[in-house]
């Protein structure tokens, strides 16, 4: 029998807010100064990832002088000044109610919560949305130096909120955060693009299917 749920970690962008536009604005800002093909298509390949490793697939596709790391860690910060820039338009209503309504429910069902996300903006994006004190340990990109599939930060999340990583559950919505959190030795949620590959221990809907996961007495 498993080890019962006592808590749930959430991955941020597109689970709890969805901030795809604003990074790809912000990455195809860089990428036409660069002069580099840039789509939704290879977006979708920065899901997860850290923002060095987000220029790097980027640059998968620059053919002009070779970039010096100087210049690299100046393009990745520089991309980061434009997203945070955009985030700023974020509020309270970037999440909705049946997420907010779902996070009440487990607080209520005496489970603990926590983000564990690899992006270095977590905490900034939460003040704006409102969720700040909703949670009970934030992992995020400034306390690991290994970003997704590695486990890293989930377990970094298990080791804030001081509980046994077989005690978690981790939500996600991309492929390299399912196999992080099974690499953690955790349970694992897919909702939206990570749902369509059945690699997750459940396939949820929507965030309200949590509810019923954690009323399972046998979980």
């Known amino acids: 029998m498993n080890t019962k749920i006592?808590?749930?970690?959430?991955?941020?962008?597109?689970?709890?807010?969805?901030?795809?536009?604003?990074?790809?604005?912000?990455w195809k800002k860089i990428a036409d100064e660069l002069k580099i093909p840039f789509d939704?298509?290879?977006?979708?390949?920065?899901?997860?990832?850290?923002?060095?490793e987000s220029l790097e697939i980027i640059l998968e596709q620059y053919y002009g002088t070779p970039l010096?790391?100087?210049?690299?860690?100046?393009?990745?910060?520089?991309?980061?000044?434009?997203?945070?820039?955009?985030?700023?338009?974020?509020?309270?209503a970037d999440?909705?109610?049946?997420?907010?309504?779902?996070?009440t429910q487990l607080k209520k069902k005496n489970c603990l919560l926590a983000v564990g996300s690899s992006?270095?903006?977590?905490?900034?994006?939460?003040?704006?949305?409102?969720?700040t004190d909703v949670f009970d340990a934030v992992?995020?990109?400034t306390m690991i130096s290994r970003s997704k599939p590695d486990p890293?930060?989930?377990?970094?999340?298990?080791?804030?909120l001081k509980i046994a990583p077989g005690q978690c559950l981790v939500v996600e919505d991309a492929d390299a955060g399912i196999e992080a959190g099974k690499r953690a030795c955790m349970r694992t949620a897919a909702i939206g693009d990570a749902a369509a590959h059945g690699k997750a221990d459940y396939i949820l809907s929507s965030l309200t299917e949590l509810l019923s996961i954690l009323d399972d007495k046998k979980r």
Do not use: P
Request: charged share 30%; aromatic share 8%; net charge positive.
């Open 68 to 92: 010096s790391s100087t210049c690299k860690e100046a393009l990745a910060e520089k991309k980061n000044g434009i997203y945070r820039e955009l985030l700023t338009q974020m509020s309270s």
């Open 6 to 26: 006592r808590a749930v970690i959430f991955d941020l962008d597109g689970v709890l807010v969805f901030t795809d536009r604003f990074h790809y604005q912000a």
């Open 152 to 160: 890293e930060v989930f377990l970094k999340a298990a080791e804030l």
């Open 139 to 141: 992992a995020d990109g």
């Open 119 to 131: 992006s270095r903006n977590t905490r900034f994006i939460l003040e704006r949305v409102q969720l």
């Open 95 to 103: 999440v909705s109610d049946a997420v907010r309504d779902t996070l």
């Open 40 to 52: 939704e298509q290879i977006n979708n390949r920065l899901r997860g990832v850290s923002r060095m």
